[in-house]
Structure formats: C-alpha cells, structure tokens
C-alpha cells in the first residue's frame, strides 16, 4: 500500500514537471467551463452575478462595477447596500455633497476618485442618456470611471448581451496558465480569448475564473494538486504550486 505521503510527493512532481504530453494537450474551453460550473457552486458568486441575481438596477450594476475595481468584493458589497439604501438613481446620487459621498464609500480602495467619477456619471447619464444606463460599448466608455472591464461586464451581466470578455486579473492569469491563450496584457487576452471562446461562452468565463482563481487557482502557489482542471491545464508559467 503507498503511504500517504509518498502519494502526496509523486502528485506535487507529476505537477512540477508536466510531461510532454501535457504540455502538448490543448485545452478545451467547453469541457473548463462544464467542470467549472459544477466546482465553483460552493463559493461566493463574485459581484457583478450578484447584483443580477438579486435583480438590482442597471445603475446598480453600473455603480457597484465601477466601486470594485480593484477592491475585494467582501469590502465592495455591504458598502453599495448601504449606498443604494440612500441613494439607488443618478437623480438621488448626485444630491449627495461629495465629502459625505466620499465617506459613504469608505474603505473601498480609490474611495475619493471613484466619488468623483460616480457623480459625473450620474449626471452624464442625466444631461446626455435620459436618466439610463446606455447599451452599447461605444456609449458606456464615454462615461467617467467606465473602462472596457466595467462596460463589458455591465453589458454581459446587465443587458445580456456581451461585446467583448471581461478580463481581470484572474481571468488574465488563469487563461495563460490553462494554455487557451498566450498573452502579456490584458488587451491582448481579451482580443485572443474572443478569437478562440465560443460567444455563448463569453459573459460566463469570467465569474467562473474569477471564482476559480479566488479559491483554487491562486496567483502565487496555486492549489494544483486540488485542481478540477488539472487535466485540462497546461500550467504554464507556474513554478510553485500546492
Ligand atoms: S490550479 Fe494549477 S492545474 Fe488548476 S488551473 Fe491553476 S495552474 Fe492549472
């Protein structure tokens, strides 16, 4: 019988050094995301899902997209609850004075910038879009404090109907390490992974990597040896795993 340990040790080396065959193996984004839906069940939706689920406006959406860049999602979602129970519509946000909307974001990071830009948003989405939220990628982008991740997730999430991929850092690190793509920016992964995803694929890649890379498939030492996807992953890039 092979103790324990010593299965332990042969999994971490079968890891470390993947064979030949491994590396050549491509990886099938269908079959990642079939695993991934059954595996991340467990863990906690990331925002963007959230806010759809709990069937929150399109401003909501918009808003809590804008508040998440790069902040965790458990410092970004009891923060908006408290906001939309103020404020939930640009018309009521922009009534807000800065400094008190400012603290109302408090300790979401770039809380000050991000303030500012929520307040022109609103009222760009006053003077220019009616009181909505726009539906295009081109219109979305016009909006202060709105980025290709924001428009992309909003138009996914929000409208249903994704003109791009929403790329953060998990999905970014997560897609290079399985071998779907070959990147070295974020621009990059999104214009390859459009090229190579089905679009019916497209809006759930990311809140599954996302939920992935938080839980598993961690930026340094990522848990290989407890990976679904092992068999499907090129690992590349990693050096040290678990
Ligand atoms: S945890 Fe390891 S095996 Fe799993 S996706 Fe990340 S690099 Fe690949």
Redesign the pocket.
Known sequence: MVAPKQLQREDARR?TSPSREDAKRRPNPAAIVRILRRTTAQYEIPLGTRMGLEKRSLFELLVSTVCSAQARDATTYPVIVKLFAIANTPEQLVRIPLVKFQQLLYPISYYNTKAKHLVALSRMLLTEFGGMVPGTMEELLRLPGVGRKTANLVLAEGFGKPAGITVDTHVHR?SN??GVIRSRSRAETERLLMAVLPKRLWAIWNPLLVM?GQN??APIS???SQ?P??NQ?Q?RG?TT?R
């Open positions: 890891w997560i390490r399985l992935h598993i498939c990522p848990k290989c990976c996807l092992r992953c690992r990693v795993s």
